[in-house]
């Protein structure tokens, strides 16, 4: 059994950690949680991973992941080859490490509260076998003071055991972002929130050791966990301006790219204006659902914040605008939706990912299939379970025989794959005066009229 990292010296801890003598347990092995645990493992560190879904730790231990993530799959199968990643459902492994990880899922409720009843059910069950000298480290996007007053209590409560005390607590939230995880997780500095100074210095630690990332570290937990709230309202917030500016500049035929590069070379503060990309809409886990966490926050606060709720409702016209954008042009080509054949690529919520998780290309999907059209539909990422979720129409196989006899390609996810075959092939392929729609505008456009396509983006 371990000694644990949490109260011994900072020499201790950092020969502890330095000599990788750690093991980390990393309690819901999900997306993040398997980013997390791949790459602490692939670094030298022997990582256990606790799920409550038997059919994902089964997986894990036969070296394979069920996360699309670039390059994850690779990490994963070596690790556990080499015997320093494993999988289980149970948590008594919890008490032979030093480092607990939380990251399990808080998903958005029918009112657009935050659901936290697995962060209960897995406080509950790493306090049954917490031990002296512990860190636990909750990553898991949850609004403010929910470590200090629903987690700690519960690890309390179960182990009779004192945080700060003990055991260390800290929040520490994950920025990474989806297609880039593993780049991301390695390079993104790391908010430190903790319920003391020892549990700081110990979690500030660990990251140096184990992500080579210098931690910032904050007042205490709550100011961490506003701190990831803060970050994905500000995302969805710059994209949902970027949409609005797109929409405006759709109707002055203008390029949007163009005025957003520029724009962006202007100093402002201690850095330039940032506007970022628009697209077709915003989707995922996080974005969608962390505005609401803020909305929620204010209303519990007796605040009527507007923000989220904007960010949130703009972001969301954009499937509807998009499907709009695709008759206009049909249209314009003397074609109406219903006696045409379009080819959807690409239906991930993301470039370069399968998730197809709260994805807005759902409702471009169903708005099509509600036109009337012949409808093809192609993603390389996503596996056919996933697709399901989005439509029941089986995927095609190859992205010629989606793109086959199309009047019109919509572009919802911008793989790299679909890069990687000449426009012009595509263009033989599909028929005369194609449609090219650009839902993520990641095809240059003067190519693409070259190659023989009517060709438009959000916003240009
Ligand atoms: N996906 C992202 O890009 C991202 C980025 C930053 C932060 N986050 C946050 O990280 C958290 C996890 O997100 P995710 O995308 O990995 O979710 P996920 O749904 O992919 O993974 C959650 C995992 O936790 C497991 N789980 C549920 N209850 C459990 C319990 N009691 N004990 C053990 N395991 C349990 C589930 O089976 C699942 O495998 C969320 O709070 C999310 O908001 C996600």
Redesign the pocket.
């Known amino acids: 059994m371990s000694r644990g990292a949490f109260g011994r010296s900072d020499a201790e801890i950092d020969l502890l950690v330095r000599g990788m003598r750690s093991g980390i347990a990393v309690?819901?092995?999900?997306?993040?949680?398997?980013?997390i645990g791949a790459v602490l493992a692939d670094r030298g560190w022997p990582v256990t991973g606790?799920?409550?879904?038997q059919h994902?730790v089964d997986e894990i231990n036969q070296g394979k992941s069920h996360?699309p993530e670039p390059g994850l799959g690779d990490i994963v199968a070596s690790s556990v080859e080499v015997g320093r990643l494993r999988a289980t459902?149970d948590?008594s492994v919890v008490a032979d490490n030093d480092f607990i990880i939380?990251?399990?899922?808080?998903?958005l409720g029918p009112d657009y509260e935050p659901i936290v009843?697995?962060?209960?059910?897995?406080a509950?069950?790493?306090g049954e076998h917490l031990r002296p000298g512990h860190l636990v480290i909750l990553?898991?996007?949850?609004p403010p003071d929910t470590t200090e007053t629903l987690v700690q209590p519960i690890l309390e409560e179960v182990s009779g055991l004192k945080a700060g005390v003990d055991f260390g607590l800290a929040f520490c939230?994950?920025?990474?972002?989806?297609g880039q995880?593993i780049r991301e997780l390695t390079s993104i500095p790391v908010v430190v929130g903790a319920v003391d100074e020892r549990s700081a210095r110990s979690c500030a630690t660990l990251w140096r050791h184990a992500l080579g990332l210098e931690s910032i570290v904050v007042e205490d937990p709550r100011t961490a966990e506003m701190v990831?709230l803060a970050d994905?309202l500000w995302i969805d917030l710059n994209i949902a301006m970027a949409n609005e500016l797109a929409k405006v500049c759709d109707r002055l035929d203008m390029d949007v790219l163009q005025v957003i590069a520029a724009a962006n070379s202007m100093p402002k503060g201690m850095h330039n204006v940032n506007i970022l990309s628009p697209s077709m809409g915003v989707g995922?886990?996080?974005l969608t659902?962390?505005p609401w966490f803020v909305n929620h926050l204010g209303e519990n606060l007796g605040l009527e914040l507007r923000v989220p709720r904007t960010s949130r409702t703009v972001n969301d016209t954009m499937p509807s605008y998009t499907y709009g954008l695709l008759t206009q042009l049909l249209a314009d080509q003397g074609k109406a939706i219903e006696n045409s054949k379009i080819a959807v690529l690409g239906i991930a919520f993301k470039n370069n990912t399968g998730?197809c998780?709260l994805t807005p290309t759902k409702y471009v999907v169903e708005l099509l299939e509600g036109s009337g059209c012949q409808l093809t539909v192609h993603d390389p990422w996503v596996p056919d379970e996933e697709a399901h979720t989005v439509t029941k129409i089986p995927l095609s196989p190859d992205i010629e025989s989606a793109v086959k006899d199309a009047d019109a390609l919509v572009v919802l996810a911008g793989h790299r794959e679909f890069h990687q075959i000449p426009l012009v092939r595509l263009a033989d392929l599909a028929a005369d005066r194609c449609v090219f729609l650009d839902g993520r505008n990641s095809f240059d456009p003067a190519a693409a009229r070259a190659a023989g396509f009517v060709y438009k983006g959000i916003g240009r």
């Open positions: 309690v819901g092995f999900g997306y993040i949680g398997t980013v606790i799920d409550v879904r994902v996360v459902t948590f939380v990251t399990v899922g808080t998903p009843d697995d962060i209960k059910a897995a509950r069950a790493v990553k898991s996007t949850v939230p994950e920025r990474l972002a989806e995880a990831k994905n995922g886990y996080c659902k962390d998730d998780r």
